[in-house]
T-cell receptor, first 113, second 117 residues
Framework: GQSLEQPSEVTAVEGAIVQINCTYQ??????LSWYQQHDGGAPTFLSY????GLEETGRFSSFLSRSDSYGYLLLQELQMKDSASYFC??????????????FGKGTKLSVIP | NAGVTQTPKFQVLKTGQSMTLQCAQD?????MYWYRQDPGMGLRLIYY???????DKGEVPNGYNVSRLNKREFSLRLESAAPSQTSVYFC????????????????FGQGTRLTVV
């Protein structure tokens, strides 16, 4: 099976930078994704790392180290609208052309003025 | 495009009743997934399907059955609902990952809020 660990809650000040870490244990690892979910809404895709290194998309960046089974999501210039839950998810190859997508329990980010 | 459409959006069942949650996607994706979300538990994979006619168990399959009717549709059935199945259910779809780097994003429906009393 797969297991993912991420902090349950993080609080940060508007305009600041916050980093949400994710460690995982799995076989057949293919890549690490990040999703955002506002209360009452559906998860939406933020970023994906298939190879080691940093991926940048606007104010959001994501990092992966496959050797350390570790990744993080970096949010810069925090805005109040960034208050949401953030999930890391591993894409795992499960054989016969089939890929699982398994999520962590999520990190609730609260942005305060 | 509608993306991923789930029906119904809300449902209340009595213990022991059965129902089917419907999911359809119009993006020609190969992979489809069913998740349940409970407070503090994140999204837990119930079943997934890599292509039409194939389904695989995820982390929490007990009490559920699925059917990949065609490439567009993936339904989730509760044969005898239990209060422990009260949850928000999400359907999602994605392409298979490609070596060029595409196919990595999963698209979610708006969810079905199910209460079993």
């Amino acid at each position: 099976g797969q297991s993912l660990e991420q902090p349950s809650e993080v609080t940060a000040v508007e305009g600041a930078i916050v980093q949400i870490n994710c460690t995982y244990q799995t076989s057949g690892f293919y890549g690490l994704s990040w999703y955002q979910q506002h209360d009452g809404g559906a998860p939406t895709f933020l970023s994906y790392n298939g190879l080691d290194g940093l991926e940048e998309t606007g104010r959001f960046s994501s990092f992966l180290s496959r050797s350390d089974s570790y990744g993080y999501l970096l949010l810069q210039e925090l805005q109040m609208k960034d208050s949401a839950s953030y999930f890391c998810a591993v894409r795992v190859y499960s054989g016969a052309g089939s890929y699982q997508l398994t999520f962590g329990k999520g990190t609730k980010l609260s942005v305060i003025p | 495009n509608a993306g991923v459409t789930q029906t119904p959006k809300f449902q209340v069942l009595k213990t022991g009743q059965s129902m089917t949650l419907q999911c359809a996607q119009d993006m020609n994706h190969n992979s489809m997934y069913w998740y349940r979300q409970d407070p503090g538990m994140g999204l837990r994979l119930i079943y997934y399907s890599a292509s039409e006619g194939t389904t695989d168990k995820g982390e929490v399959p007990n009490g559920y059955n699925v059917s990949r009717l065609n490439k567009r549709e993936f339904s989730l059935r509760l044969e005898s609902a239990a209060p422990s199945q009260t949850s928000v259910y999400f359907c999602a779809s994605s392409e298979h990952p490609r070596q060029t780097g595409g196919g990595t994003e999963a698209f979610f429906g708006q969810g079905t809020r199910l209460t079993v009393v």
